[in-house]
């Protein structure tokens, strides 16, 4: 699984299953760029695992929800590094209550960055794989998308919007040599899951088949799978990897 010479970029690339996913491409051979809109240090801290595994990685900065940030960075990729081959959309946030007494702004929160965000970083980086004919883009969606989840309807209905967002892009794009992927988690060894209680935790892992949470390096083999040569008759489909707690 030979990424040599492709240039990656995955958003929220700085910690938690985006850091796994940007050691795994580098650890392949692709130049990664490491995206994060507010904690630098933490980017810095993946970074440093990539080179020091003898890999490449840069770091960029923008919010993902922010049209002129995003068409600015990959601006700026594209001159440095001559283009983008892969992209991960995997920047994404939860604003978590139940509908009744749900915010708007944190409906608005969620969809901006998990939909609308993916929604540009894609546009901004099909242009020059269109131009390339080759590309491959993932797309970070979510058990709760693909299941549903009592006091997560802003997140499911994002995360759900993003496989109709990756269905939709296959089909667009598939004549350039594109293929759009989404891969769903489920339950994941992360800060969010650290913040639930013991109780909490077993409740979850009682409901999993394979009973015991993933962990990041599980979301990433999957996406290096969909994005390496093995995975090129791939597209629009939905990887779940979740455990068996959706199937
Ligand atoms: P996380 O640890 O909270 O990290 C989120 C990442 O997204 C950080 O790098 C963060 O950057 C970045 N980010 C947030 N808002 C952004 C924005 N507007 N623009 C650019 N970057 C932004 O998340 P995670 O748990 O690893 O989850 C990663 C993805 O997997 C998400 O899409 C999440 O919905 C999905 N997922 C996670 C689980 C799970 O169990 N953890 C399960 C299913 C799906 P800063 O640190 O700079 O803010």
């Known amino acids: 699984m030979n990424l040599e010479g492709k240039v990656a970029v995955v958003t929220g690339g700085s910690r938690g299953i985006g ?26 801290v993946t970074q440093k695992f990539i080179h020091e595994a003898g890999g490449k990685a840069e770091i960029i900065g923008f919010d993902v929800a922010e049209s002129s940030e995003v068409q600015a960075a990959f601006k700026k990729i594209i001159a440095d590094a001559g283009s983008v081959d892969i992209l991960v959309n995997n920047a994404g946030i939860t604003r978590d ?7 708007e702004s944190d409906w608005e929160e969620v969809m901006n960055t998990n939909l609308k965000g ?4 894609a546009k901004a980086a099909s242009r020059v794989m269109m131009k390339k004919k080759w590309g491959r883009i993932v797309n970070i969606s979510s058990v709760s998308g693909v ?6 309807v802003n997140y499911s209905a994002a995360k759900a919007g993003l496989i109709g967002l990756t269905k939709s892009m296959a089909r667009e794009y598939a004549s350039r040599n594109i293929t ?25 892992k009682s ?4 009973a015991t949470f993933g962990r990041t390096e599980d979301v990433a083999g999957a996406v290096a799978y969909l ?3 093995d ?14 707690m959706y199937m």
């Not at 993916?118 to 970083?121: G, Q």
């Not at 299941?147 to 997560?152: K, L, R, S, V």
């Open 180 to 204: 759009v992927n989404s891969v769903a988690p489920g339950y994941i060894e992360t800060e969010m899951t650290e913040l639930l209680d013991e109780k909490a935790q077993e409740q979850i």
């Open 19 to 44: 850091r796994a996913i940007c050691i795994r491409l580098a650890s392949m051979g692709a130049y990664v760029y490491i995206n994060y809109v507010s904690r630098p240090a933490a980017a810095e």
């Open 207 to 210: 409901e999993i088949p394979l």
């Open 231 to 244: 995975g090129r008759y791939i597209t629009g489909q939905t990887l779940n990897v979740n455990g068996g």
């Open 97 to 103: 209550g139940l509908m009744a007494r749900m915010k």
């Open 118 to 121: 993916s929604f540009l970083c």
């Open 227 to 229: 994005v390496s040569d």
């Open 147 to 152: 299941a549903g989840n009592p006091g997560q």
